[in-house]
């Protein structure tokens, strides 16, 4: 059922809410021309701005409709009096104050171009740039941050066998280096020079032999770079191998050797307990000495054989034992 109350009481509001957009708007046109009179900006625009060094590069000013009485450039740089442009449009009057730096200058004719241009960039051109427009309708105005960017030197080498060192020299602001394979050992150092660059250095080794060519990756806000190097078999490896090939094998042939010797020792003397039960074995065991001093001496006599087996008791315990 429709009620003529109820549409009645929705048109208001909806006539309220076009009225307090209304009056929104023109309380924003109030503070306009407020400001005017105050002269506080009604447009405040603020970039941060990144420019590579030894290029050139322009500032805008606010775009206006109506004509700017006055345009002024403030600069505030870093360990410097800041310095003001101004150009006057009603008298074509230009002025400067403090601005000493020829390197900053008005990108054209103010009367066309109000915007400023610093040409070429360099490290001391860090710093606040400011625009300020004086309009009918007030100021407008456009701040700009400026960074000024150094591209750093990249450059890969060996400093030992399998370690390497990733160098990005002279950067502003400093670069991140990173490694492809990651190492298993890396250092990294920054060094500061006094023209606000600095260097970043890395330094990584491998261990695991597998690991032959490495990538180191500068990343930079001017570019990123990429750099390989081949890795060289190195001396933490060959240490290891020359322990595991050269001399834990020795090592081992010492304990089976003597292991060995032991067993055959000891096998010796119970074969020689045994040889006295049973004499059948005595002469295969006597066999080759006896053979020996017989071929060696003719006038093989009984004394002779025992003095042979004397000395031979010296080297061959067992046999010497057995003879005697
Ligand atoms: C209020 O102002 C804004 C911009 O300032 C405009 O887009 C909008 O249409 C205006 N509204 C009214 C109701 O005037
Ligand atoms: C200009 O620089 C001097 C110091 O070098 C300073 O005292 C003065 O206030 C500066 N003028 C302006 C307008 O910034
Ligand atoms: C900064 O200083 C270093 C070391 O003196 C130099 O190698 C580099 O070229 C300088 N960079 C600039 C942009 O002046
Ligand atoms: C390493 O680099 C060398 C030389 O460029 C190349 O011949 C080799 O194939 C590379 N090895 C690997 C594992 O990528
Ligand atoms: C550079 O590398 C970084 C990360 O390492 C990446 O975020 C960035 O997008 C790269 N820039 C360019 C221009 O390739
Ligand atoms: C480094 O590599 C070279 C070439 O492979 C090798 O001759 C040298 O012994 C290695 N040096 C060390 C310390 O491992």
Redesign the pocket.
Known sequence: MLCPWRTADLGLLLILT?FS??A??SS?MDGKRMTQISSTPVSEVYTSLSVVIDTNTVLHCPRTLTRALLTTWEVILRDKPSCKKAYRSDTNEMKETNCTDDRITWASRPSQNPDLQIAPVAIAHDGYYRCVMATPDGNLNHEYHLQVLVPPEATLFLSRNRTAVCKAVAGKPAAQISWSPEGDDCVTEQEHWGNDTLTVQSTCSWEVPDVTNVTCSVSHLTGNRSLFIELLPGAKHSEKSYILYIILPILILIIVGSIWFLKFSACRKCKLNKTEATPVAEEDEMQPYASYTEKNNPLYDTTNKVKTSQELQNEVDCTGLHTL
């Open positions: 076009i957009v209304a929104s708007n924003y």
